[in-house]
């Protein structure tokens, strides 16, 4: 039951974040006594930018970007931007909007002072509405059939209005911007910073153009993005990574979309299929992998890397059941400080009813391992496999008991963190053969915990270990990984 589109919408959705400046107008501009943000000074087109969001060449979505002044209030900015997503897995539509509104002091690094996020479709309605003080960020959630909620507040916003455009305030300082980002999904902050690199001629419309190139990095995505403005300050394209693009276009065109099917379009084709063996466990596979970076070559108890002299790597997967010796009773310490065990806007482990499920699923086993199997088995045998009923917060997964892996592997690490067993979702690919009979690795999700070692379970396939036919990238929707997308090539199975 693996899925593309959750995993990638989400990275979508946080990778866009960075556009937040992308384009806009100065119409109505400030008074001019006021001292203003290099944000606001920058060129831009005015009305906002439209553009296409294309994967390895395919569209699968749009973004809108702007920036302007607040009407009736010259000292302040609004940042608005918008990603829509939309695509075919197999013969299931996908389509999920993403809307943000920022409001900004409008004068050097004015503060953050509110926002409103809207998300529909795809992982379900909802609204955030945030203010932001020195005291604090204070934010209520709204959705339809709910009492609103106040969340916990959040601390101080350390997000400036410089932030909301990195890219031109970067270019036209011709220096390096470093700041903070307040996340729209899942309200935690991050640092980012733009270099300037240097200009580039590109092809435009048959001519050639020089465009000035900003590369901006977030700590939460991890990922180049990328940014070439023309000289009157038009954002023409945006890259992240190699595979994936935003593309300047007129609203009606970007808003024109032939649906892809991207499951098919994103999978890994393999040489021949993975021996049965590697459904076993103990058991091991071992493939020679083609446009895997360095960085993703980290030898852990379940994943070992060889460089090749031909620049390839030998990956070999292994799987194995914790040891005996090794396994804890429950309440466990996170060995990683704290976060595998965080209740989050998501995972939502300290809510009550998660907490009185786990309980319920748990009882009084005290092995964290026996523990994590009970936790995993409920889900895999109460959740209905749905491709079309989408979650992003784990008590909502839990009122419908349906969804895709990414549900399966939310409310799991949201029931096992309510057991005090640290936990955390894991993004990679798994071996599958569909319909077609092409054997392939598949984008997936799956479970990783901490039971005394470190261990992996898949609750949507109702394995408490994770076979040799998982090879995991990342974690939790984390964007770094998006850029191997379409560059990932297996030449061998050994």
């Not at 302040?76 to 939309?86: A, G, I, P, W």
């Not at 604090?136 to 339809?144: F, M, N, T």
């Not at 455009?165 to 470093?178: G, P, S, T």
């Not at 360095?294 to 390839?312: I, L, M, T």
């Amino acid at each position: 039951m693996t899925r593309t589109p959750r995993p990638m919408s989400l990275a979508l959705v946080s990778l866009c974040a960075l556009l937040v400046g992308a384009s806009s107008a100065l119409a109505a501009a400030p008074a001019a006594t006021a001292e203003l943000s290099d944000a606001v000074k920058a060129p831009r087109p005015k009305g906002g930018e439209y553009f296409g969001l294309y994967l390895m060449d395919k569209k699968v979505g749009w973004l809108f970007t702007d920036l302007e002044p607040l009407p009736g209030d010259p000292t302040k900015v609004k940042v608005t931007n918008q990603l829509t997503f939309k695509a075919l897995v197999g013969t299931r539509l996908s389509e999920r909007t993403h809307r943000e509104e920022r409001i900004y002091e409008a004068k050097p690094q004015g503060r953050l002072l509110s926002f409103t996020v809207v998300q529909r479709g795809d992982g379900g309605d909802q609204e955030l509405h945030g203010a932001a003080t020195p005291d604090g960020v204070s934010v209520v959630r709204k959705r339809v059939g709910h009492a609103d909620e106040t969340l916990p507040k959040q601390p101080p916003a350390k997000e400036h209005v410089e932030d909301a455009d990195q890219a031109r305030v970067a270019l036209l300082r011709k220096a390096k911007v470093e700041g903070f980002s307040l996340d729209g999904m899942d309200l935690e902050t991050y640092g980012m910073a733009t270099t300037v690199e240097p200009a580039e001629q590109r092809t435009l419309n048959g001519v050639k153009v020089k465009l000035a190139k900003a590369s901006t990095l977030s700590q939460k995505e991890k990922v180049p993005v990328v940014s070439y403005v023309t000289q009157r300050g038009d954002m023409v394209l945006v890259e992240f990574g190699q595979t994936m693009q935003a593309r300047k276009e007129t609203e009606a065109v970007a808003k024109r979309m032939d649906l892809v099917e991207v499951f098919g379009l994103t999978r890994v084709v393999l040489p021949k299929p993975l021996p049965e063996s590697a459904r076993a466990v103990p058991g091991t596979v071992k493939l020679l992998v083609q446009g895997l970076p360095e960085k993703f070559r980290v030898d852990s108890y379940r994943q070992k890397y060889e460089a090749q002299p031909d620049g390839s790597v030998e990956v070999t997967l292994l799987a194995n059941a914790p040891s005996a010796a090794n396994r804890k009773p429950r309440p466990l310490a996170d060995p990683e400080g704290g976060e595998n065990l965080k209740s989050t806007l998501m995972v939502e482990s300290d809510t009550p009813v998660i907490r009185e499920q786990s309980k319920k699923i748990v009882g009084d086993e005290k092995d964290a391992y026996r523990a994590a199997q009970k936790v995993n088995t409920w889900v895999a045998t109460h959740l209905e496999k749905d491709y079309g009923a989408s979650a992003d917060r784990a008590t909502d997964v839990l009122r419908q008991k349906r969804g895709d892996c990414t549900e399966h592997s939310l409310l799991s690490v949201a029931l096992l963190r309510a057991a005090g067993i640290p936990a955390r979702r894991v993004d990679g690919v798994i071996y599958m053969v569909n319909q077609d009979g092409v054997p392939a690795l598949y984008w997936h999700e799956w479970v990783e915990a901490f039971v005394g070692e470190w261990t992996q379970l898949d609750p949507t396939f109702n394995q408490p270990v994770a076979d040799a036919t998982h090879f995991a990238f990342g974690r939790e929707g984390n964007a770094e990984i998006t850029p191997l997308i379409g560059t990932l090539k297996v030449t061998e199975v050994r």
